[in-house]
């Protein structure tokens, strides 16, 4: 099922050169010393709402007080052909560049326009203290921060303020995010990485969200004081609530694999063993009271893919 695009995608063309040498990245420095700051947009194409943020701000000529912060629009080859009679399309061209971010593979000799486009990314991560890293979701669901599995990044992601459920989710079998490359995953470091599902990819309310979670994560990293925030940026400040610990992947093993209610996201199924979904006849049961929804979506429903992971509350 598709959903209406309500927003329409960024101009980028005004953003491609840049003093950095990298089309697409741009450094904004501030006057005094401060944190070393990655945002990234468009690792994958069709998720532009955090794109509409960055584009903003980059218009609007604004300068961090502290440090150095790094905007990039990450997969712009696929975001260019983006076409809202086919909106999933321009996930990506050739692979997910999220699942590329592990020494072995942009080391390797493979590949893509993807892998292609990381290298030419990997300094701007390399160097960064704090990234935060903004997507949306295909399906409608409150905002959501992936954290990994540390400390660190938790109590981050809950000290910004926002409702986003903040989500401890060690990543993917079948690849490496961003923001579990190198030292941002490991638990001897102070690096900081959060991931944003800003809510469906084409709501004008990923926009919103986008934006509130950037100007508190460039407030939080020190980047500049809240009071020099831009008018319209912030969202009101809200008591985040508990963080859910993803502990299952539900995995397709068939195309007919479907949920037996609407699921988008949150839910806590109260019962251990109540199904929620079928897959070729089997039946798929929650593994324990309590349990937590997170992300359901049949959106590439293949044998293999991720339908649903499942979690409890910390
Ligand atoms: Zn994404």
Redesign the pocket.
Known sequence: MHHPVNTLPPNLAGWSSSSTGVDHVHERVGVAAGPEILVTAL??GN?YSGAIALAELLASGWAPACGRVTLAFCNVAAFERFNPAQPDAS?FIDEDF?RLWAAEVLDGPRRSAELDRARQLRPFVDRASHLLDL??MHEPCMPLLVTGTLARNIAFAQALGTASQVVVDGGHADGVRMRDYGEFAEAAGSRIALLL?AGQHWDPHAVGAARDTLMRFLVLAGALARSQVPGGWLLPDRQPPAPIVVTDRVVAASTDFRFVDHFTGGETIARAGTVIATDAGREITTPYDDCVLVMPSVRQLRPGVTTVRLGRRA
């Open positions: 690792v994958h998720e996930r999220n997507h949306s599902e």
